[in-house]
């Protein structure tokens, strides 16, 4: 099952725990010091939808099961993270199968929290993580350089050609571009797609603080970084759903959904996916054995009351292997 994966990152003490117990409300340690995570944190979040509510009341269904979104909260990263200073470096390897993070940048004026780097300056912050992320990279691409150079001595093309493609992406990192902006039949490439690389991975800044905290030029950087942010202040009563919508909205996923009886639920799905392969996140055989799918947007189909009035109505559509499911389709696979 496809199931979204968001990394949290971010200096030491900008509230990055604070994120993660917010969205968990589980409660791992929030303190008042650099590096109170010593471990990394996995919360498993349920996606808020209420679709899925109405049409659990509409199907008098026994469960309810909502997409979820799997958060990691790792140990803020310094300087010289990379190299292994600090706790960070370690951390990073925990999120390398995440599908996007979000950095939070402190922007809430300096009080009695401390601040690592001396004084409030999101742009610099942001200046020293993405550097750490591209580091990491960096190393990683190394190391496959190394392994590359020696397997493409033997002539093989593939190798050959794989080494060219690692030593584009090498000297892109090294001029410092955020691998997410780069060409993306590079990024696609198997080769560079297996090495998991940071900072090919979707980023959300989390602004943490008040509009009023938020420079023009801050706003300005994250536009130019071709990334997407949200203003949220952790330290009082921050919407949250927020941030799970725009990781949708920025990875290009959707929801349909089944009901019945048994279970209402949500499934997850990137934007494009076809029939077949939207069940088969149900359940792979329902890929293979796909025959056709009966579908009914959610509204038309609480607008009908029932699965039995909507096809009387004739409200529900036979679709085959190329129909393109769309947000919000409610969804009865037929299969072999
Ligand atoms: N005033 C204020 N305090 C905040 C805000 N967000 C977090 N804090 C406080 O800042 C301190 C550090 O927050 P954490 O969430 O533990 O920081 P962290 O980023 O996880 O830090 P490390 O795990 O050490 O990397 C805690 O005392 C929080 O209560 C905020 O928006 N406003
Ligand atoms: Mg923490």
């Known amino acids: 099952m496809k199931q979204l994966s968001i990394g949290i990152v971010g200096l030491p003490n900008v509230g990055k725990s604070t994120l993660f117990n917010l969205l968990t409300k589980q409660h791992v340690v929030a303190a008042n010091y650099p590096f109170a995570t010593i471990d990394p944190n996995v919360g498993v979040v349920a996606v808020p939808d209420t679709r899925i509510n109405k049409l659990s009341e509409m199907s008098h269904s026994a469960k309810l099961i909502p997409a979820v979104v799997e958060f990691y909260d790792i140990a803020g990263l310094v300087k010289g993270a990379n190299k292994g200073e600090g706790l960070g470096n370690q951390f990073l390897s925990h999120i390398r199968d995440v599908r996007a993070i979000v950095q939070v940048v402190r922007c809430f004026p300096e009080g009695e929290i401390i601040h690592v780097e001396q004084g409030i300056d999101p742009l610099r912050d942001i200046d020293i993580i993405n550097t750490e992320l591209i580091l990491k990279d960096l190393d990683t691409v190394d ?62 800044y989390l602004l943490n603080g008040r509009e009023s905290d938020v420079t023009a030029g801050l706003v300005d950087t994250i536009k130019k970084l071709k990334s997407d942010y949200l203003v949220c202040d952790l330290g009082g009563q921050p919407d949250l759903n927020m941030l799970i919508k725009k990781a949708y909205e920025v990875l290009g996923l959707i929801s349909f959904f089944t009901t019945g009886e048994d279970e209402t639920r949500s499934w997850t799905i990137d934007r494009g996916e076809k029939a077949p392969q939207a069940a088969g996140t149900i359940h792979t055989d329902f890929e293979n054995k796909f025959i056709r799918a009966e579908v009914v947007n959610w509204e038309k189909l609480l607008e009908a009351g029932s699965w039995a009035a909507a096809r009387q109505k004739g409200w529900l559509r036979l679709e085959g292997k190329d129909y393109v499911v769309q947000d919000g389709d409610v969804l009865e696979i037929r299969h072999g």
Not at 145 to 158: I, P, R, T, V
Not at 164 to 179: E, F, I, S, Y
């Open 143 to 204: 190391r496959k350089l190394q392994k590359l150079e020696g397997e493409a001595k033997s002539g093989d093309k593939n190798k050959i050609d794989d080494l060219a493609t690692v030593r584009k992406v090498r000297q892109a990192l090294d001029a410092g571009v955020m691998l997410h902006n780069f060409e993306a039949a590079v990024i696609q490439e198997p080769v560079i797609k297996e090495l998991n690389l940071l900072t090919a991975k979707s980023q959300i």
